[in-house]
């Protein structure tokens, strides 16, 4: 897929529209020089303006690239002074990510890698993969963090590439519903490491050349872990994953509580978030399949008010009937949530039930 000034010219006008900045990537590894990527950031950086956030040059690429990163680098910068780039946008664990962070002190704003829980033709493409802690994701995400600290990256590690399962994911386990309870686990989890945020991969046929190295038809294989369902280009619907990160967007901003929490043999996961407000959004993820709960959540201070709204879904492979505070989100992009319920509280505590596969927020003030 080649990039063209009618592309360019439709991003700006969808950034504009959304308020969104941009991490446009630029090309590297099929490129013998600069030129073609100082024509291109050259006519981004003055069509995008203050939506362009940085420019990452190269995609999922090694250390036998670094010295022709810092060629296009400098000829970049060149050209377009203003210009922030971030990177190295690297796939299969820290140690590249880290040891570019150290290489290129000064010369990149944010430290981006990739991470797939697995291979979508690996025998761990499977809904109780998901369901299970991701070590790798922390172990991974922990050393990216430190390394943008110790190497004075100004923004930090952000995930410019996550998601399910790498190959466009599993049919049947990256579509289903047991992605949005995989996905708000996801997001919590990257902010409770210090990631400063989380890129999900997706798209629609036809958008992923590398897809087509197993021939033609392959061309066409779906994006089975996008955030949003499209066809010919047209959105057809918001996917399970979309739910998740509807979820978390209504969890508020601001940093993560140290969280303790005690539910048995219950797969069960609970994080919290101060808000500026002096409330704290509370979010209790059911993974268990049979059982509900009913939980007291200590918030340490004392309660006036409560409230809880739910994701759900009417089971773990289940590809529609997913909701976020009883309603669905329409292919226009509607959604109407019915109104939050109101929690028992006494003293410092909230009372909350949390059905079976379900994820609760909830809000005390």
């Not at 362009?52 to 670094?66: A, D, M, P």
């Not at 219950?266 to 939980?295: F, H, M, P, R």
Request: proline residues 4%.
């Amino acid at each position: 897929m080649f990039v063209g000034t009618a592309d360019v010219d439709a991003l700006a006008d969808f950034l504009t529209a959304t308020g969104w900045k941009t991490i446009y990537g630029l090309n590297l590894q099929s490129e013998t020089t600069s030129t073609g990527d100082v024509a291109e950031a050259t006519y981004v950086a003055g069509k995008l303006g203050a939506s362009l956030y940085t420019f990452e040059i190269g995609n999922e690429w090694g250390s036998n690239l670094t010295s022709r990163w810092e060629t296009f680098e400098a000829a970049v910068q060149a050209a377009v002074p203003t210009s922030q780039e971030s990177g190295p946008g690297t796939a299969g664990g820290a140690a590249f990510a880290t040891s570019f962070a150290q290489s290129e002190t000064g010369k990149i704003v944010l430290l981006t890698a990739h991470h797939y829980v697995s291979a979508a033709t690996s025998a761990n493409a499977t809904a109780a993969t998901l369901l299970s802690p991701d070590t790798a994701l922390v172990s991974e995400e922990t050393a990216c963090v430190a390394a943008a600290k110790q190497y004075g990256v100004r923004d930090g590690f952000r995930w410019g590439e996550i998601n399910t399962f790498s190959g466009h994911g599993k049919e049947g386990v990256s579509d289903a519903y047991v992605s949005a309870l995989w996905g708000v686990d996801d997001m919590l989890t990257g902010a409770e490491y210090g990631a400063v945020g989380v890129n999900y991969h997706g798209g629609g046929e036809n958008e992923d050349g590398n897809v087509c190295t197993n021939g033609p038809a392959s061309c066409t294989l779906p994006f089975r872990y996008s955030p949003i369902d499209e066809a010919n280009s047209q959105v057809t619907g918001a996917a399970p994953l979309y739910y998740a990160m509807l979820f978390i967007s209504h969890a508020g901003t601001g940093p993560l509580f140290s969280t303790s929490a005690s539910f048995g043999s219950l797969n069960v996961t609970a994080y919290a978030i101060s808000q500026s407000d002096g409330s704290t959004s509370v979010v209790i993820v059911n993974k268990d399949s049979t059982s509900g709960l009913n939980a007291s959540v200590n918030v340490g201070a004392p309660v006036t008010a409560a409230s809880a709204v739910y994701l759900q879904g009417p089971s773990l492979t289940a590809t529609t009937g997913v909701t976020f505070a009883g309603a669905s989100v329409s292919p226009a992009g509607a959604w109407s949530p019915n109104p939050a319920y109101a929690l028992t509280t006494s003293g410092n505590v909230v009372t909350v039930l949390v059905p079976p596969i379900s994820a609760a927020l909830v809000h005390a003030q």
